[in-house]
């Protein structure tokens, strides 16, 4: 995994009883570091989120984060082991994930196969599970923020990133968010009225990657045009671009959950009971 040396971990503790290592991950926000207990060598994901960047909406949505995050343990959902206050900043001490993000996994690998794709889709739904359980709609489930236990594919899979970026209205998104909307739903990119079908958008679409090795739908690399014409992209799609190569030896059922997941119609697109008991997710493996 690729990493940035802390600037100086042997300044004075900016990070509470926890040694800076080196940085994993930047957001708008916050920055995430690897860093090591002092006493106990335990070694943590430190996620810095800085106060002076949050105005009282999203300071609102870090605390429902914290809250949600507090009282979660379950393995496809990033464990947070504790935060604390110091430097202007909450330190979020979450468990670390030395597989990285998926975005990495699949930039490094290329498209796996159909049995890998559905146990990671497995894992999803396990976590959404969960999510749904708490009425929570994560909005901008992305292979960003999914994190592997290990940069293999029989890794566990951990959503993580429950807070700010999802909770800034899409139209503050490419001022204010570092990140792609590649993922997110049309009635998101529209600032329409969404609910929890919105997730299972970005799920379809993360499927689809997996699959094909790029996402179903794609705008303007330069983000501020990226809006307008992804949406565009994807309300003219009549057919979705499944690498000829690969679709062959897909099977229907995996097509299919696809397929109906990338539904442009939130009522047609399946709910997350559907998905969950889809047939492709309950099937036992078949080597592909
Ligand atoms: P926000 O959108 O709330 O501003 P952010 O983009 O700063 O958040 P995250 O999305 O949580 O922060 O993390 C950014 C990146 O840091 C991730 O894509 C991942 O590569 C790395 N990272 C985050 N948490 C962990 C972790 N627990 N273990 C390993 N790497 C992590």
């Known amino acids: 995994m690729e990493t940035e040396t802390a600037p100086d971990n042997t300044e004075p503790v900016k990070g509470g009883d926890y040694v800076l290592e080196s940085k994993l991950g930047e957001g708008s926000f916050s920055t995430v570091w690897k860093a090591e207990h002092r006493l106990s060598g335990q070694v943590v994901a430190l996620k810095q989120v800085y106060l002076s960047r949050l105005n009282r909406h999203l300071r609102s949505c870090l605390d429902c984060e914290l809250n949600f995050l507090s009282s979660v343990n379950h393995p496809n959902i990033v464990r947070l082991f504790e935060f604390f206050q110091a430097e202007g900043s909450i330190f979020l001490v979450l468990e670390f994930c030395a597989g990285g993000n998926l975005a990495s996994f699949i930039r490094l690998h290329g498209r796996v196969q159909e049995q890998i794709a559905r146990g990671f889709m497995q894992q999803l739904g396990a976590a959404l599970e969960v999510l749904n359980s708490h009425h929570i709609i994560h909005r901008d489930l992305k292979p960003e923020n999914i994190l592997l236990s290990v940069p293999k594919d ?22 204010t968010v570092c990140g792609t909307p590649l993922y997110m739903a049309p009635e998101v990119l529209q600032f329409q009225r969404y609910d929890e079908k919105v997730d299972m958008w970005s799920v379809g679409a993360i499927l ?65 009971n559907e998905f969950y008991w889809h047939i492709f997710l309950r099937r036992k493996g078949v080597a592909t």
Do not use: W
């Open 154 to 175: 029989d890794a566990v899979l951990k959503i993580s990133d429950f807070g700010l970026s999802r909770s800034v209205h899409p139209s503050d998104y490419v001022e």
């Open 208 to 272: 689809f990657e997996l699959l094909n090795g790029y996402p179903p739908f794609r705008g303007r690399t330069n983000v501020q045009f990226c809006f307008p014409q992804l949406l565009q992209n994807i309300k003219t799609c009549k057919c979705l671009p499944f690498s000829q190569l690969y679709l062959p030896s897909l099977h229907p059922d995996c097509v299919d959950i696809c397929s109906r997941l990338l539904s442009l119609n939130p009522a047609d697109r399946l709910s997350f």
